[in-house]
């Protein structure tokens, strides 16, 4: 094996998840979170993949600790237009360099899905270290739905 390729062997990581699958991921894409995630206080290194359906705004949150831990995320602005000018900005990190993303649940019938707008994820897309804020419990929902609801008949 030549030095390029035990370099790039080096620098990937190896997913394997028997609920997720698994993935080879270049080690610069591991997002950090010190604190973990509420409820989650181990799990603190993660891998974001891409959605395997082009133009979905859901990505895949996979926690390299536990490796039967994903989530469903979404960009926050994307789901609640506004929503990302409430979310308390770390100073060191500029705006354009911050990923905010809802924790999304979807249940057995996925027209109920809803984010979790009250504990959002801050990523600090350069640096790739995250944590979890929880917000105001009165302005932000826990539940947010992502479809609306069917129209009633008059």
């Known amino acids: 094996?030549?030095?390029?390729?035990?370099?790039?062997?080096?620098?990937?990581?190896a997913v394997r998840s028997q609920r997720f699958g698994d993935y080879e991921v270049p080690a610069e894409r591991i997002?950090?979170?010190p604190e973990g995630l509420v409820g989650f206080p181990e799990a603190r290194h993660f891998v974001?993949?891409?959605?395997s359906h082009?133009?979905?705004?859901?990505?895949?949150?996979?926690?390299?600790?536990?490796?039967e831990l994903g989530f469903v995320v979404c960009d926050a602005a994307h789901v609640c237009p506004g929503y990302v000018?409430?979310?308390p900005r770390p100073a060191e990190v500029p705006a354009e360099?911050?990923?905010?993303l809802a924790l999304?649940?979807?249940?057995a019938d996925p027209r109920?899905?809803?984010?979790?707008l009250m504990a959002p994820l801050l990523v600090d897309c350069r640096s790739g270290r995250g944590r979890q804020v929880v917000l105001d419990t009165g302005r932000h929902p826990i539940r947010y739905p992502l479809l609306a609801p069917p129209a009633t008949p008059a």
Not at 54 to 67: H, K
């Open 1 to 13: 094996m030549g030095e390029a390729a035990r370099q790039a062997v080096a620098e990937t990581v």
């Open 48 to 51: 974001l993949l891409d959605s």
């Open 31 to 33: 997002l950090r979170f």
């Open 85 to 87: 000018a409430d979310v």
């Open 112 to 116: 109920q899905m809803t984010a979790n």
């Open 97 to 100: 360099d911050l990923a905010v």
């Open 104 to 107: 999304v649940t979807v249940p």
């Open 54 to 67: 082009p133009g979905s705004p859901f990505r895949y949150l996979l926690c390299l600790d536990l490796p």
